[in-house]
Each structure stands twice: as C-alpha cells, then as structure tokens.
C-alpha cells in the first residue's frame, strides 16, 4: 500500500458484499436468492445520463427493496456472462446509449459552440483523486479521451491542466494555476471560457474519462469507480460498504464519528456506514467525532466570507443573520446570491464555522460538480 497522496491506483480485493442503489427498474427476472454474473446487467437507469446498473462481482442477490440491491459474493455462481461489446463504429446518440448501457455515466454536453473542459484539477483541497488518475492511468484516459470526441462530435475539447502535468492529447492545452474555489468545475467554464454564470455542464473530469477508456479497452461492462479511501487511491468495485473500505484501510468507526463522501468542502456526511460506494462518490474519509468542526459561534461580523467568494456576492449580509432566522431568508437568498456556485468557499472562510452553504443550497445553487441528484452539501457543524 502506497501512503496518501501516492498517485498509485491500486486493486481491490474482493469483498464479500456489496450495497448497489438506482434509480430506475430492476432488470427482469432478478429477485433475491438468483446468481448473477460479474458485469451482469441488475437495473435500467431511469436518468438518460446515469448508467445502467451492473454486478461489480459475481454474486448472490440477497436483498432486492426499492432502490437498492444487495450482493453476497457467490464465487463460482453463474449467472448472465454479458458479452463484450465493440465501441469502435460508434458515435453520437448510438455510442450514448452503449455507454449507459454498459453502466458508465455521461457528463451533460456543453452547448453548441462552446468546447468541453476536460480537466485535471483537483477540484477541492485534499481531493486529489483526478490528479492520481491522471499521473497513473493515462492511456485509459486517453481512450477515454478519443471516445468523448465520437460522443459529440462537433464539440471542440480543452484540456485545463495544473503546472507541470502532461496533456492527454491537445496540442493546445490551457495550464491554470489559481486555486481552490476557481478549480470547481462549476467556476472553470466562467473563469476560462468567460461564461458569466459559474456552470458545471460540459467539465469533465478524469474520474469519467477512465470510466468512458475502461469499457472501450475491454468492451465490457463498468464494475470499478476510482476511489480515494483515507487517503489511498484504489479501484474499487462498485457498491463496497462503506463499513468495509474503512476496514480495508484498517479503521473502526466509533460512535460520534462521521464518515464522508467526497471533499471536505462539498462533500456529504453520512453515518450510514451499510451504504455503498458509488460513482461519483469519489473519496470516503472518516473524520473521528472529536475532530468534528466545532458548532457554529455567533457571527462576528468580520466579512470574509463576503471577501472569500469569488463571484463577490453579498453573502455576508445574510450569513450575519441569527442562525434561528435562516430559513426564512430562502427568498433573500435566491435574490442575493443569484449565480452562487455553491463551492462553499465563503463556509470555509468563516472563523466562526457558520454553516452558509446552507444559505447557498436556499439559493438554488448548482451542484459545483454538476452531478444530478446529489444530497446537499454538508453544513459545517
Ligand atoms: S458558495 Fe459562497 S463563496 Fe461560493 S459562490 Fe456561493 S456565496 Fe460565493
Ligand atoms: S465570515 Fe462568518 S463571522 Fe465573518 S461575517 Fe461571514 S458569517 Fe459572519
């Protein structure tokens, strides 16, 4: 094992059981106590976007509910031994619907005439899972890549690059050097493109590059997301239990302890520690209860989080408000704070750890990384 911040991905083992969730139906035929074989198609997403679910491992159905399907490892189980598919001839809507099918989830295409993003940044301070895949997985990356330009064809393709890192494939690729919260993908499109409204639609990042190269190099259906788990990036298969990557990474949850689903500025708490890893979950870190922020302390008026933000709105003259009096500013909110990117730059400011994001998600701010029914972020508290 490799320490943090190794760019190193490396293989799970496999686990004993998996926890999937979806939205959408059930494939047909599928009820517990069935064998299912690995990449075996379990649910049709009801999102266009998203992918079909697929069994990250051959296994046992033992739990189907609404929304969620269980697995117990089953090794020597046969189910459906799903045949590989030749992406080669396909682009356009016939490639889209290959890759849903085959479980990888696409990014929304930009609109026509601007260019996607594709971008290498780590998006938040401490996420640096798309660095490491992009420093340890390049000629998937670059499948991936090459796949991106037969999904919309016609769409010009920028790579936005940290000093130092190697483009994929652009002869012209833009080196961007500001730091967190300009390397939101919600901010990129604004701060290179010129957009006026932060906008995520059309950044994509390397975590869904390598999802896109990985089914095109095997043809087969997509069973691993790139995770980073305390600190160590691994390949995961789709649906561990939070429970057991924490094992694997040799912690013990205690009670008052959160776990928490991707970076520490936008990322969601989450205690329920039977829930299974998911794309675009992206990190899993336990934070122990005594390291927890401290509650929020009354405002002090001091305005940083009015500086903090990159857009200059006027968070503060909201944010100074009793905590008690907030839910009644959500009208104030979408009027004050129209184009908030929701990166939680103006929380992370504050000295006295107000939960203004809170005030951002009232405003209706986006998703920073664009994804589509994401929880709120976390409150800071
Ligand atoms: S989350 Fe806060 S810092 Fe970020 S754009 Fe919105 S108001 Fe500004
Ligand atoms: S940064 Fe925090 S303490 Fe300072 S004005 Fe904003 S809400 Fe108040």
């Known amino acids: 094992m490799g320490s943090p911040g190794h760019t190193v991905l490396k293989a799970w083992p496999t686990p004993g059981a998996a926890s999937l969730a979806f939205e959408g139906r059930p494939a047909p035929g599928l009820k517990p106590g069935r064998p299912v074989s690995m990449g075996q198609l379990l649910a049709i997403s009801r999102d266009p976007l998203a992918g079909d679910l697929r069994a990250p491992f051959s296994a046992t159905v033992v739990g189907l509910s609404p929304g969620r399907i269980d697995l117990a490892y089953g090794q020597g189980l046969s ?21 849903k099918s085959l479980g990888v989830a696409r990014p929304g295409r930009p609109p026509a005439g601007e260019p996607a993003l594709v971008s290498a940044l780590s998006p938040e301070p401490g996420l640096d899972l798309p660095a490491a895949l992009w420093l340890d997985q390049k000629p998937t990356l670059q499948r991936g890549l090459g796949l991106l330009a037969r999904l919309w064809p016609g769409t010009g393709i920028t790579e936005i690059l940290p000093p130092r890192f190697a483009p994929l494939g652009s002869s012209k690729p833009v080196v961007f050097r500001d730091p967190f919260p300009l390397t939101l993908p919600s901010f990129l499109r604004r701060k290179v493109l010129g957009l006026p409204a932060p906008r995520a639609t059309g950044v994509v990042g390397p975590e869904t590059l390598w999802a896109m190269g990985a089914v095109a190099r095997s043809g087969l259906p997509l069973t691993l997301i790139p995770m980073t788990v305390q600190g160590f990036h691994y390949l995961a298969p789709s649906g561990v239990r939070i429970s057991d990557a924490l094992s694997a990474v040799n912690l013990k949850p205690m009670a008052g302890d959160v776990a928490l689903l991707g970076g520490l500025v936008t990322g969601r708490p989450t205690v329920r520690l039977g829930r299974g890893l998911k794309a675009p979950d992206l990190a899993l870190r336990l934070i122990r209860s005594g390291r927890l922020p401290a509650p929020p302390a009354p405002c002090r008026l001091c305005s940083l989080c009015r500086l903090a933000c990159p857009l200059g709105l006027p968070v503060d003259a909201l944010a100074q408000a009793p905590l008690a009096e907030w839910p009644g500013l959500h009208r104030a909110a979408r009027e004050a704070l129209a184009g908030c990117g929701g990166c939680g730059a103006c929380g992370l400011a504050c000295p006295s750890r107000r939960p203004i994001l809170l005030l951002a998600v009232a405003a209706g701010a986006g998703d920073p990384y664009g994804r589509a029914g994401n929880d709120p972020p976390p409150l800071g508290e």
Do not use: T, W, Y
């Open 79 to 99: 189910g459906q031994v799903p045949e590989p598919l030749d992406l080669k001839s396909l682009e356009g809507e016939a490639l889209a619907a290959a890759l």
